[in-house]
C-alpha cells in the first residue's frame, strides 16, 4: 500500500509571495489533515478535510486556506507569506482516526 | 482551551535500559491517544496508540498507560536499542473532531 505523498519536497519563497502545497492520501482514505511544524516546535493542527468539506481549523489565519479535490488529494495555499511560515508543513491521511503523514514539505521564506 | 503537555523535553538513557515519557491533557471529551515517532528528516510514524476504554496495551517493547481520571497517559519503551533514538510525540484527539492535539515532544537519545 503507497503511503501519504506530498509535492514539493522543499520550497524557497520570497517574503509576501503565495505558495501551494499538495498531498496525496493513502487508497481509501478519505479526510486529509495539514499540519506545521516549525524548527524545534511540536506540530500545530491546520486544517482538517473530509469528503471535499473543510471540517476543522486551527487558530491560524484566514492566509492560510486549503481545498480537497474528489479524489480526496489536497492542496494548502499560503498567501502574502511572513518569515515565520517557515516550516515543515505535513499532510496526513485517515479513513478512521488513525492518521498516518507523509513526509512533508520543507518551507523557507526569505 | 486545548492542550497537551509533554514531559521531559529531552531524555538520554544507556542502551538497555528503559525510557517513560508522560503526557497531560486538558480536553476530557479526549478518547484517542497516539503516540508518534519521528526520525530525523523522516516523517512522523505511528507506533501504538491506546483509547479511553483500555488502560494498558503493549506491543512488544512498547507500552502504553492511559489515567483518565487524572488525564495523563505514558509512552514505556523497555531494553532501548539505538535505533529508538529520535522525538517522541504524544497526541490526544476524539471521535467527533478527530482533530489532533499534540505535546511539544520528547528527543530520546539511547546511548550506546
Known amino acids: 500500500e503507497a503511503g501519504v505523498t506530498q509535492s514539493p519536497t522543499h520550497l524557497i519563497k520570497t517574503r509576501g509571495q503565495q505558495v501551494t502545497l499538495r498531498c496525496s492520501p493513502i487508497s481509501g482514505h478519505t479526510s486529509v489533515y495539514w499540519y506545521q511544524q516549525a524548527l524545534g516546535l511540536g506540530l500545530q493542527f491546520l486544517l482538517w478535510?473530509?469528503?471535499?468539506?473543510?471540517?476543522n481549523r486551527g487558530n491560524f489565519p484566514p492566509r492560510f486556506s486549503g481545498r480537497q479535490f474528489p479524489n480526496y488529494s489536497s492542496e494548502l495555499n499560503v498567501n502574502a507569506l511572513e518569515l515565520e511560515d517557515s516550516a515543515l508543513y505535513l499532510c496526513a491521511s485517515s479513513r478512521n482516526i488513525e492518521q498516518y503523514f507523509g513526509p512533508g514539505t520543507r518551507l523557507t521564506v526569505t | 482551551g486545548e492542550n497537551v503537555e509533554q514531559h521531559p523535553s529531552t531524555l538520554s538513557v544507556q542502551e538497555g535500559d528503559s525510557a517513560v515519557i508522560k503526557c497531560t491533557y486538558s480536553?476530557?471529551?479526549?478518547?484517542?491517544f497516539p503516540w508518534y515517532k519521528q526520525e530525523l528528516g523522516k516523517r512522523p510514524q505511528l507506533i501504538i496508540d491506546?483509547?479511553?476504554?483500555?488502560g494498558e496495551k503493549k506491543d512488544q517493547r512498547i507500552a502504553v498507560t492511559l489515567n483518565k481520571t487524572a488525564k495523563h497517559f505514558s509512552l514505556h519503551i523497555t531494553e532501548t536499542q539505538p535505533e529508538d533514538s529520535a522525538v517522541y510525540f504524544c497526541a490526544a484527539s476524539n471521535s467527533g473532531t478527530y482533530k489532533y492535539i499534540f505535546g511539544t515532544g520528547t528527543r530520546l537519545k539511547v546511548l550506546a
Open positions: 480536553d476530557s471529551a479526549s478518547n484517542y
Open positions: 478535510y473530509d469528503e471535499g468539506e473543510e471540517r
Open positions: 491506546i483509547r479511553s476504554n483500555v
